[in-house]
């Protein structure tokens, strides 16, 4: 039986992980390939890095660190977690494995902007065309031509918060005209932001940007960011019993520990800022109380 399970192998999984194993216990990282973080070109607000660090870069350098200290990293989904008395059964597609303690760190995905096809996104996303989180480079996009795709009040607060990087913003809804409050539309036009109707389609990267078809024709943009929202990846504890928000988000106390005793939860799959750093420090608060609680079971002792 291993100490602890951490299920998902992001910014959050992996920081666990180096503490956990640096702890002298056992640990097994379940990594199903699909973290958030590997989507990023380049971050540029993540401290210690000036000249930036790609997020599959970043991902690497802390999968080696794990591994230096004894991290075990499993390549596999994890299908159903169970409680087993105050233990845990973890399946994945591949077998079942038993734990004292789990770290959920399981994050979310992104919506993405209908009959936007892969061929297209996946280059843009590369080339800084397409975006997904203006806190992180929003920066990047100063004094550029920028669209926002969505619409009521995320729609808005999006499009307001890049206002602050450029006076260019256009806020397009997704599929028809744009459902808006009034306050909503006099606090875009107070901001001088440009509404325009959908539907959008016919994607396509037409020189150094990111066009699409409105009902007000063709534009092109120099960034665009969907906003869209997520899915709270937070399934396999809510199917255990644990407690979520009406979004999915996993409900922690301040020791990222979730109402099921012995399952703690850290990253974006708990309500909070979608950033690396913060990710890595729930991280680390998590592993602590998870070494905490397991010394109050059993010493621990070499």
Do not use: W
Request: proline share 4%.
């Amino acid at each position: 039986m291993d100490d602890c399970i951490i299920i998902g192998a992001g910014p959050a999984g992996l920081t666990a992980a180096i503490y956990l194993a640096r702890f002298h216990l056992s640990i097994r990282l379940f990594d199903s390939g699909s973290s958030r973080a590997a989507m990023i070109p380049c971050t540029h607000n993540h401290a210690g890095y000036p000249e930036g660090i790609a997020g599959k870069e970043l991902l690497r350098l802390m999968r080696v660190q794990a591994a230096h200290y004894g991290a075990l990293r499993e390549e596999m989904r994890v299908t159903e977690l169970t409680r087993e008395g105050e233990n845990f059964a973890v399946t994945t597609d591949v077998a079942s494995y038993r734990a004292r303690t789990v770290l959920l760190a399981t994050g979310v995905v992104n919506h993405r902007p209908a009959a936007l096809l892969p061929e297209v996104h996946d280059p843009a996303l590369e080339r800084g065309l397409l975006r997904y989180c203006p806190i992180c480079d929003g920066y990047e996009v100063t004094d550029r031509r920028v669209a926002v795709i969505g619409t009521g009040d995320h729609g808005m607060r999006e499009a307001l918060f890049l206002r602050g990087y450029t006076s260019d913003v256009t806020l397009v809804a997704p599929e028809a005209e744009h459902a808006l409050a009034p306050d909503c539309a006099r606090a875009l036009d107070d901001a001088g932001i440009v509404r325009i109707d959908g539907p959008c389609g016919g994607y396509a990267i037409e020189g150094d940007r990111l066009a699409f078809d409105t009902a007000r024709g063709r534009m092109a943009f120099d960034s665009v960011y969907p906003a869209l929202g997520s899915r709270i990846r937070s399934r396999l504890a809510v199917a255990a019993g644990a407690r979520a928000s009406d979004e999915g988000c996993l409900e922690v106390d301040d020791h990222q520990r979730t109402s099921i005793p012995g399952l703690f939860a850290a990253g974006d799959v708990v309500k909070g800022l979608d950033q690396i750093s913060h990710a890595m420090g729930e991280a680390g608060v998590a592993a602590t109380a998870i070494r905490n609680l397991l010394a109050e079971r059993r010493p621990l002792r070499r």
